[in-house]
């Protein structure tokens, strides 16, 4: 998946996982921090990607996030249970899944068959 869905997956599961409110991720591949505005709910996601300048948002149905990214025109799921996460990449056809531990976001995507790691 391109990194950038990536750090909108991080971002979303943490943010509906720990019920925190801030506006960003560390990126400890990258050495950096994503910027994002915007609400998350247990029902609806509405934020802002500050570093493409585009919108992702999209609502619940049976506990599934289906989430549009209008920067990539893609669509991206995401299941919570609990502090673990999975969900699938349509713009690359491949899952993901992964784990949040207090500010600590762990994903594995399928695509490159990593980890990747962030920070809130």
């Known amino acids: 998946m391109k990194v950038q869905i990536r750090?909108?997956?991080?971002?979303?599961?943490?943010?509906?996982?720990?019920?925190?409110?801030?506006?960003?991720?560390?990126d400890y591949a990258e050495g950096r921090y994503i910027k994002f505005g915007g609400s998350v709910s247990a029902h609806?996601?509405?934020?802002?990607?500050?570093?493409r300048s585009c919108y992702i948002s999209g609502k619940?149905?049976?506990?599934?996030?289906?989430?549009?990214?209008?920067g990539a025109s893609s669509l991206l799921t995401l299941e919570i249970a609990g502090n673990l996460f999975k969900g699938f990449d349509y713009g690359t056809l491949k899952h993901f899944s992964g784990l949040v531990e207090g500010r600590l976001i762990r994903l594995f995507d399928h695509d490159d068959n990593r980890f990747h790691t962030y920070g809130f």
């Open 7 to 26: 750090h909108t997956a991080a971002y979303v599961a943490h943010r509906l996982i720990s019920d925190a409110s801030g506006s960003c991720i560390y």
């Open 44 to 51: 609806e996601v509405m934020i802002f990607d500050q570093d």
């Open 60 to 70: 619940a149905a049976s506990g599934k996030f289906s989430l549009f990214d209008f």
